[in-house]
């Protein structure tokens, strides 16, 4: 069964400092990994979306890694700010006909001033 | 550019009764992709259209239904509604149909309640 698990939960920085989500799964065979952010009431937002040749990407603060071998990609933010407070979501989607992506429960980050 | 658009925002329905949400995307997409929200599930796939046909479906019982117009706008049915359906009910739109780097745009979603 395909899954993915998203690791801390949720997690409490100060404004400033910089952190890492963790993303494990086990979808086969892989085709992509995507980051969404999700504000409080809105749709979630693209943050970078990697297929299995990338290994890095970044979007602004934001980096993303694959490690398609151990199959775990980490998302790292760099100098936090309090608009970084969101949900944040990674999704992967198997290769194939059928586009049916996966979803992690998501990480809950919390920005302190 | 206009982004994605869904109606209404925010519904209350009871046991039974049906419902029908409606999204409209980005002008140009013609791909459109439901999914739910709900606090003990996290984000769900239902299905995805392209170009008026339904390409992908995911694991919901067949209450849940859609179509897709002409003019790519989306709408989304459920039927015999239970409380569990109460969600966060979200569409995305893209310009392909999802694959492996198009870029999905997230609408703000309807909050559907089952009373």
């Known amino acids: 069964k395909n899954q993915v698990e998203q690791s801390p939960q949720s997690l409490i920085i100060l404004e400033g400092k910089n952190c890492t989500l963790q993303?494990?799964?086990?979808?086969?065979?892989?085709?992509?990994l995507r980051w969404y952010k999700q504000d409080t009431g809105r749709g979630p937002v693209s943050l970078t979306i990697?297929?299995?040749?990338?290994n890095t990407k970044s979007n602004g603060r934001y980096t993303a890694t694959l490690d398609a071998d151990t199959k775990q990609s980490s998302l790292h933010i760099t100098a936090s700010q309090l608009s970084d407070s969101a949900s944040y979501i990674c999704?992967?989607?198997?290769?194939?006909?059928?586009?049916?992506?996966?979803f992690g429960r998501g990480t809950s980050l919390i920005v302190h001033p | 550019k206009a982004g994605v658009t869904q109606t209404p925002r925010y519904l209350i329905k009871t046991r039974g009764q049906q419902v029908t949400l409606s999204c409209s995307p980005i002008?140009?997409?013609?791909?459109v992709s439901w999914y739910q929200q709900t606090p003990g599930q996290g984000l769900q796939f239902l299905f995805e259209?392209?170009?008026?046909?339904?390409?992908n479906k995911g694991n919901f019982p067949g209450r849940f239904s859609g179509r897709q117009f002409s003019n790519s706008r989306s709408e989304m049915n459920v039927s015999t509604l239970e409380l569990g359906d109460s969600a966060l009910y979200l569409c995305?739109?893209?310009?392909?149909?999802?694959?492996?780097?198009?870029?999905?745009?997230f609408g703000p979603g309807t909050r559907l309640t089952v009373l």
């Open positions: 995305a739109s893209s310009a392909l149909p999802s694959g492996a780097d198009n870029e999905q745009f």
């Open positions: 993303c494990n799964y086990t979808v086969s065979p892989f085709s992509n």
């Open positions: 990697m297929t299995f040749s990338e």
């Open positions: 999704v992967v989607s198997a290769m194939g006909g059928s586009y049916i992506p996966t």
């Open positions: 002008s140009g997409h013609r791909s």
């Open positions: 259209y392209f170009s008026e046909t339904q390409r």
